[in-house]
């Protein structure tokens, strides 16, 4: 399971386009509406096509590249669209040293991708994020918006177990096999 | 305890659930809704369900206090819901079983007031967290809310209340410390006719929560500072910049804004006066270096969130170039109390140079984790021994961070310095934004001044060059280190660019950036040294400096390691001793974790060899003691 860089089917641009384009009515053309836009956008679509940010650029009048900067300077913004759930793993300063890089590791063993990444069949996408302020919780993974304490290697397991996902019994029976 | 008389729920009593962040992932909504029902079930006139922000005590989470006894319950679960109400809602006997347990005594404390994580502390930033409903702004009002605003608008000119301010001592709990009336004199003093009041709520740091709890938990507070500051400075336009990751925090700062202007205490011509102010919500996309004002002030215009160089400050020239001024959530908090109460009220807590009190998130190795605010000038050790109530595990303290992850990390032989601005500058360390974290043996310092300087170094927005460059050779050179690939010149190579960086950064940020390294090269030296001449890890927690053996006198082949390792590297059956398998091992510690500690067969070393079999062998070990099968 990797993520790759796919084309857009062009079904799919023009209606990422009427979405974007129906967003836009509700701001103001200043270039102070851009990160709003942006939160909107990404908001609805859930992350920011090419064709998207080319229709802000034009709306607000300003280089296209103004916008991809502002995209990639950010780390809200993610440029390939998200997966069903949503994995964040917590490196903060608590969860660092409660071992958040080994869990980042479990993750990216079980899923197969590498954070800010999609898995092939769109079900799961992985991140990492700064503090969720969660502390005393740590190590902390924000499943689907759900902060989860305590997650080391073993509930990385337990979890994926909650959405029909058996990596346990899958690696066992690949042990039992050889 | 004496026997309560059942009153059957007649009397009055409340109950509050935290509904701050921390106890909601501990299910605390589905508590609030669960007692509600029970409530309702039972038929309990006199007892009422509601919820409050933060409490700080995050550890023991989720948190409920009952009032008016003032009992506070700690790890509350769905299943103790009926047992609550029947018990002490109902009949009046209060479950303890749900009372705290001081970590140090063991005894179980029923009363809030008596908890020492508490009552060692002076809450005056935090003083309405966990006390009222967040999302209620008749609450606020009840604790005296508002009336600070009123006072200034109707007794005080815009000029005495920067007096008061400044009187005060009030210095700017965003790091900086720079004396916050000064800085509204400057930009009242500035020409122009449109000023902007910001506040910054771009809480990034990671470890550092105060600023959401604060607004979750007390937002009206926040406004009120807000609002006397425009009116002190003459400015009709307001922005609090929000982490976005904060969602939270920005829906109970988005309702308390309508309250409140649905009240007249913003909006046009505020209570009556001739002072208008209109106030925005901008969220942040999630860029550290936000944080630094030039650069939120061109978050705010919709650019790339870069600092510039100043002079011109923002008091004469910021926001779209009108002057313009910024202040963090929690000196904007101070500021109602400021003017209730008087400057020499306030100016009497703390030490000369450092006014009032502070606030720390503590967390990392110690006991009660929470939000903290004590009095400016109380030592380290008083934060972490008594407060804190010392280290999990009968560990032994090694070093105590403050600042967020540009701060330095301190030894055990500064715990008794004072906490304020000037004594943690002069120690290698800063005030930033109120991160605490607490290092027991178990942490590898070199490790930790790797973390915090990728933190840093992946933030640096990439404008100057000593950051940009600087931080990222720094970050090779730790991480060369930690592989166990160091060389001896690294040390000096590591001090030198350290201070070039500092020297040369355009903003904090990067001035700040390689404070962990010095400080960690400045107090542990020793442990660079077995890194780069031992490969050693002192700490045990370097991956690439440690092993992990399976002992065979100790392994009984109940083959849970085999089951749970994770890259499947473990050899062994039934009643074998089990092997791993070294080369393919990736040290994630699942053996460890796992290995029954009636066993403990499973050992970390580092630069050591443990004389293991290369393949599994029957068990020779005798069944511990303890194992009754």
């Given at each position: 399971?990797?993520?790759k860089?796919q084309?857009?089917?062009?079904?799919e641009q023009?209606?990422?386009k009427?979405?974007?384009?129906?967003?836009l009515?509700?701001?103001s053309?200043?270039?102070?509406?851009?990160?709003?836009?942006?939160?909107?956008?990404?908001?609805?679509?859930?992350?920011?096509?090419?064709e998207?940010?080319?229709?802000?650029?034009e709306y607000?009048?300003i280089?296209?590249?103004?916008v991809?900067?502002?995209?990639?300077?950010?780390n809200?913004?993610?440029?390939?669209?998200?997966g069903?759930?949503?994995?964040?793993?917590?490196?903060?300063?608590?969860?660092?040293?409660k071992?958040?890089?080994?869990?980042?590791?479990?993750w990216?063993?079980?899923?197969?991708?590498?954070?800010r990444?999609?898995?092939e069949d769109?079900?799961f996408?992985?991140?990492?994020v700064a503090?969720v302020?969660?502390?005393?919780?740590?190590?902390?993974?924000?499943?689907?918006?759900?902060p989860?304490?305590g997650?080391e290697?073993?509930?990385?397991?337990?979890?994926?177990?909650?959405f029909?996902?058996?990596?346990?019994?899958k690696d066992?029976?690949?042990?039992?096999?050889? | 305890?004496?026997?309560a008389k059942?009153?059957?729920?007649?009397?009055?009593?409340?109950?509050?659930?935290?509904?701050?962040t921390?106890?909601i992932?501990?299910?605390?909504?589905?508590?609030?809704?669960?007692?509600k029902k029970?409530v309702a079930?039972?038929g309990?006139?006199?007892v009422?369900?509601?919820?409050?922000?933060?409490h700080g005590f995050?550890?023991?989470?989720?948190v409920?206090?009952?009032e008016p006894e003032?009992?506070?319950y700690?790890?509350?679960?769905?299943?103790?819901?009926p047992?609550i109400v029947?018990?002490?809602?109902?009949?009046g006997?209060?479950?303890?079983?749900?009372f705290y347990?001081?970590?140090?005594?063991?005894?179980a404390?029923?009363?809030h007031?008596?908890?020492k994580f508490?009552?060692m502390q002076?809450?005056?930033?935090?003083?309405?967290?966990?006390?009222?409903?967040?999302?209620r702004?008749?609450?606020?009002?009840?604790?005296?809310?508002?009336?600070?605003?009123?006072k200034?608008?109707?007794?005080?000119?815009?000029?005495?209340?920067?007096?008061?301010?400044?009187?005060?001592?009030?210095?700017?709990?965003?790091?900086?410390?720079f004396p916050?009336g000064?800085?509204?004199e400057?930009?009242?003093?500035a020409p122009?006719?449109?000023?902007?009041?910001?506040?910054?709520?771009?809480?990034?740091?990671?470890?550092?929560?105060m600023?959401?709890s604060?607004?979750?938990?007390?937002p009206h507070?926040?406004?009120?500072?807000?609002?006397?500051?425009?009116?002190?400075m003459?400015?009709s336009?307001g922005?609090?910049?929000?982490?976005?990751?904060?969602?939270?925090?920005?829906?109970?700062?988005r309702?308390?804004?309508?309250?409140?202007?649905?009240?007249g205490f913003?909006?046009?011509?505020?209570?009556?006066?001739?002072?208008s102010?209109?106030?925005h919500v901008?969220?942040?996309?999630?860029a550290?270096v936000?944080?630094?004002?030039?650069?939120l002030?061109?978050?705010?215009e919709?650019?790339?969130?870069?600092?510039?160089?100043?002079p011109?400050?923002?008091?004469t020239?910021g926001?779209?170039?009108k002057?313009?001024?910024?202040?963090?959530?929690?000196?904007?908090?101070?500021?109602?109390?400021?003017i209730?109460?008087?400057?020499?009220?306030?100016?009497?807590?703390?030490?000369e140079?450092?006014?009032?009190?502070?606030?720390?998130?503590l967390?990392?190795k110690i006991?009660?984790?929470?939000?903290?605010?004590?009095p400016?000038g109380?030592?380290?050790r008083?934060?972490?021994?008594?407060?804190?109530?010392?280290i999990?595990?009968?560990?032994?303290?090694?070093?105590?961070?403050t600042?967020?992850?540009?701060g330095?990390?301190?030894?055990?032989?500064?715990?008794?310095q004072?906490v304020?601005?000037?004594?943690?500058?002069?120690a290698?360390?800063?005030?930033?934004?109120?991160g605490?974290?607490?290092?027991?043996?178990?942490?590898?310092?070199?490790?930790?001044?790797?973390y915090?300087?990728?933190?840093?170094?992946?933030e640096?927005?990439?404008k100057?060059?000593p950051?940009?460059?600087?931080?990222?050779?720094?970050?090779?050179?730790l991480?060369?280190?930690c592989?166990?690939?160091?060389q001896?010149?690294?040390?000096?190579l590591?001090?030198?660019?350290?201070?070039?960086?500092?020297?040369?950064?355009?903003c904090?940020?990067?001035?700040t950036?390689?404070?962990?390294?010095?400080t960690?090269?400045?107090y542990?030296?020793?442990?660079y040294?077995?890194?780069?001449?031992?490969?050693?890890?002192?700490?045990?927690?370097c991956?690439k400096?440690?092993?992990?053996?399976?002992?065979?006198?100790?392994?009984?082949?109940?083959?849970?390691?085999?089951?749970?390792?994770?890259?499947?590297c473990?050899?062994?059956d039934?009643r074998?001793?089990?092997?791993i398998?070294?080369?393919?091992?990736?040290?994630?510690?699942?053996?460890?974790?796992?290995?029954?500690?009636?066993?403990g067969a499973?050992?970390?070393?580092?630069?050591?060899?443990v004389?293991?079999?290369d393949e599994?062998?029957?068990?020779?070990?005798?069944?511990?003691?303890?194992s009754?099968?």
């Amino acid at each position: 399971m990797t993520a790759k860089k796919q084309d857009t089917p062009s079904g799919e641009q023009e209606q990422h386009k009427q979405e974007t384009k129906r967003i836009l009515n509700g701001f103001s053309r200043k270039r102070l509406s851009l990160i709003p836009i942006l939160q909107k956008v990404q908001g609805k679509l859930g992350y920011l096509p090419r064709e998207a940010m080319t229709e802000i650029a034009e709306y607000l009048d300003i280089p296209a590249i103004d916008v991809y900067g502002v995209v990639t300077f950010y780390n809200q913004f993610r440029l390939n669209p998200p997966g069903k759930h949503s994995i964040r793993v917590c490196l903060g300063t608590a969860c660092h040293m409660k071992g958040g890089y080994i869990t980042l590791d479990a993750w990216k063993r079980r899923l197969g991708i590498n954070p800010r990444e999609t898995t092939e069949d769109r079900e799961f996408d992985l991140d990492t994020v700064a503090c969720v302020g969660c502390c005393t919780m740590a190590p902390v993974t924000v499943v689907d918006d759900k902060p989860e304490g305590g997650v080391e290697p073993t509930r990385v397991d337990g979890i994926l177990l909650a959405f029909g996902y058996d990596t346990v019994t899958k690696d066992k029976d690949k042990s039992e096999n050889k | 305890m004496t026997a309560a008389k059942p009153d059957n729920g007649n009397k009055q009593r409340t109950i509050f659930i935290c509904q701050g962040t921390g106890c909601i992932s501990g299910k605390s909504l589905e508590i609030t809704e669960a007692l509600k029902k029970a409530v309702a079930e039972h038929g309990l006139p006199g007892v009422k369900v509601d919820f409050t922000g933060c409490h700080g005590f995050c550890e023991q989470g989720p948190v409920a206090i009952v009032e008016p006894e003032g009992i506070f319950y700690a790890c509350v679960s769905v299943a103790d819901v009926p047992e609550i109400v029947e018990s002490h809602l109902r009949d009046g006997k209060p479950v303890e079983r749900l009372f705290y347990k001081d970590p140090v005594s063991d005894e179980a404390i029923p009363y809030h007031k008596d908890i020492k994580f508490y009552n060692m502390q002076q809450r005056i930033i935090l003083r309405n967290c966990g006390r009222l409903n967040p999302e209620r702004i008749e609450d606020y009002i009840a604790t005296g809310g508002y009336e600070s605003l009123k006072k200034c608008l109707k007794e005080m000119t815009p000029e005495q209340v920067i007096e008061e301010v400044k009187r005060s001592g009030l210095r700017g709990r965003g790091g900086a410390g720079f004396p916050t009336g000064m800085k509204w004199e400057f930009c009242r003093n500035a020409p122009g006719d449109q000023k902007y009041m910001i506040c910054n709520a771009d809480e990034g740091d990671p470890g550092a929560f105060m600023d959401r709890s604060t607004m979750e938990g007390d937002p009206h507070t926040v406004l009120e500072g807000m609002t006397i500051a425009a009116y002190a400075m003459g400015s009709s336009e307001g922005y609090i910049y929000i982490r976005a990751e904060y969602p939270l925090a920005v829906k109970r700062v988005r309702l308390a804004l309508k309250q409140s202007e649905e009240k007249g205490f913003l909006g046009d011509n505020i209570m009556g006066s001739d002072f208008s102010l209109h106030i925005h919500v901008k969220e942040g996309a999630g860029a550290f270096v936000c944080g630094e004002e030039t650069a939120l002030m061109a978050s705010i215009e919709g650019k790339r969130g870069m600092p510039r160089s100043r002079p011109p400050f923002p008091a004469t020239s910021g926001l779209w170039g009108k002057p313009s001024n910024i202040n963090n959530v929690k000196s904007l908090a101070t500021v109602p109390v400021i003017i209730a109460k008087g400057a020499d009220w306030y100016a009497s807590t703390g030490t000369e140079k450092s006014k009032g009190t502070c606030v720390f998130a503590l967390t990392g190795k110690i006991a009660n984790s929470g939000l903290i605010e004590v009095p400016m000038g109380i030592p380290l050790r008083k934060i972490i021994y008594e407060i804190g109530g010392g280290i999990p595990g009968s560990k032994k303290f090694k070093a105590v961070q403050t600042g967020g992850p540009s701060g330095g990390c301190l030894p055990e032989s500064y715990l008794d310095q004072p906490v304020d601005y000037e004594s943690l500058a002069a120690a290698g360390s800063m005030m930033g934004s109120g991160g605490m974290v607490v290092m027991d043996e178990e942490t590898c310092m070199v490790d930790i001044a790797r973390y915090f300087l990728s933190f840093t170094q992946a933030e640096s927005c990439g404008k100057c060059v000593p950051c940009r460059i600087g931080t990222k050779q720094m970050l090779d050179i730790l991480e060369r280190i930690c592989r166990g690939e160091g060389q001896p010149e690294d040390i000096d190579l590591l001090q030198q660019l350290g201070e070039n960086i500092k020297a040369g950064s355009l903003c904090q940020l990067g001035q700040t950036a390689p404070n962990p390294v010095l400080t960690t090269l400045r107090y542990f030296r020793d442990e660079y040294e077995a890194h780069i001449n031992e490969k050693r890890c002192p700490a045990l927690s370097c991956v690439k400096l440690i092993s992990f053996y399976i002992l065979p006198d100790k392994c009984q082949g109940c083959g849970i390691c085999l089951r749970n390792c994770p890259a499947e590297c473990i050899a062994g059956d039934k009643r074998m001793v089990h092997v791993i398998d070294q080369e393919k091992c990736v040290r994630c510690g699942t053996c460890l974790e796992v290995c029954p500690e009636r066993f403990g067969a499973v050992v970390k070393v580092s630069a050591e060899k443990v004389d293991v079999p290369d393949e599994p062998i029957p068990v020779t070990a005798e069944k511990p003691a303890a194992s009754a099968t």
